[in-house]
């Protein structure tokens, strides 16, 4: 009897405890007013972010189509005289010169079989405040010419402005007026782009993607966001919490009727409750987010795939939307099992920054090597991605998802990511073990793995 109590004692995986740890941990989460004011500042973020994001990139492209816009406001020239050698047939109203400024200038459009006086006379003789615009045709294309006297008042910007304004309306006029429908011309201007030589068998895998780069990409972006706002609020609070109970002596209490491995999936799993509060809050918040866009400011967001809308996670249907739950969940375990291992080795309040600098550290190392890769999207980085942690947390089910990735590759993936967290856990029970009664250790990985060492 003795000897089983004894062995009971020591059986630092038991989860003994674990109920009382997790009904704590959720009933202090959502009484402290950080946490819940942290919860209602997110929501209210997500339902901004679109409008806000809208604004901003509005704001830009008006300051760039404001910096590039050609027009004179004040021009010196008083007569311009159009000589219009194309098949155009052009007139005054085709050049919309009140865009330019022109409105007040007189402006006489002439096709050039018309032209019933000396052309080098014409040019020889140009008042001071008089130019000639020349629209021709070459083996090149089209060209604008804008000719002045040689005592001419008007200024070699005003004639370069002229000449760029009318170019562009010349490149605008021949698709008016040619039979070309819309998205014809939108396939000529967006040209032709190849992504390299490639076998049959790559082809084939290329065409079997259900997504593009881009659409990958957004995706991609949505899902490390979300195990990124996961890890970075569990982690803070499981490190708080294990230094607070370590530097306040409650840990050795603790300890006699709550196992170590209790104790920390306790912290992991009432935490997570806030998290899922969190993402559903978040979804549903991004979903008036897209809806606001959608119907006030007229953006599409027929792709589902906007930075903003988390619900561009449930286009796989319930079986990949699942998938994704689990494998966030799985992403949440191994770094909050990770923070427990760093706030073990806590010994003042001090150490926090430093043990959730790591922590920060390391997620934000997997966040961007999982957005890299997704840019890029090359079959071997992909690969490499979804078989090495931390990035397969954050790549494997969406380039399984996307189909950059087969069947047996994900649960490989997944098979590792599961030992990695089982392992993580393992090891946390053992630090909490060796090092939360400890008063000498430093928040360092390299002391943690070195105390479990000794």
Known sequence: ????????????????????????????????????????????????????????????????????????DEPVAANMTVIDATALSLNVDDLKLNDLGYENVNTTVISAAQIDFDFSEKLNSLAKDEIVTVISIEQTGYNVSVIQGNESDVPVEELDVVSDYISERVEE??????????????????????????????????????????????????????????????????????????????????????????????????????????????????????????????????????????????????????????????????????????????????????????????????YMGAVMAASMDISIVNTLATLIPPFSFYTSTVYYLAGRINLPMFLLSFAIQIVVVIAILLLCAKTYRRLILSGNTKPKLINVLRALKN
């Open 1 to 72: 009897m003795k000897s089983n109590a004894k062995k009971d004692k020591e059986n630092i995986y038991s989860l003994k405890g674990f109920d009382k740890v997790f009904k704590f941990t959720l009933a202090q989460t959502f009484k402290n007013r950080a946490y819940v004011v942290s919860l209602i500042m997110f929501v209210i973020m997500m339902a901004l972010m679109g409008p806000i994001q809208y604004f901003s990139s509005r704001t830009g492209q008006n300051g760039a189509e404001a910096m590039s816009k050609k027009k004179i």
């Open 173 to 366: 006029i021949k698709i008016e007026k040619s039979s070309v429908s819309e998205e014809e011309v939108n396939l000529l201007k967006n040209g032709v782009y190849t992504n390299s030589v490639m076998s049959e068998a790559d082809y084939r895998e290329t065409v079997s993607n259900e997504l593009s780069r881009g659409k990958l990409m957004g995706l991609s972006m949505i899902y490390c966001i979300l195990i990124m706002i996961v890890s970075t609020m569990s982690s803070s609070y499981i490190i708080s919490s294990v230094t607070e109970e370590k530097t306040s002596k409650l840990v050795e209490s603790l300890l006699v009727s709550v196992r170590p491995m209790a104790l920390l999936l306790g912290k992991i799993c009432g935490m997570l409750i806030y998290i899922i509060t969190i993402l559903v809050l978040g979804f549903g918040s991004s979903k008036v987010s897209s809806f606001i866009i959608k119907n006030y400011f007229g953006v599409d967001m027929s792709s589902g795939l906007g930075s903003t809308d988390f619900g561009a996670l449930l286009r796989f249907g319930v079986g990949g939307t699942l998938l994704i739950f689990i494998s966030i969940l799985i992403a949440y375990i191994a770094f909050g099992g990770f923070s427990g291992m760093m706030g073990s080795a806590c010994t003042k309040t001090e150490d926090v920054q430093s043990a959730t600098g790591t922590v920060m550290g390391l997620v934000m190392f997997g």
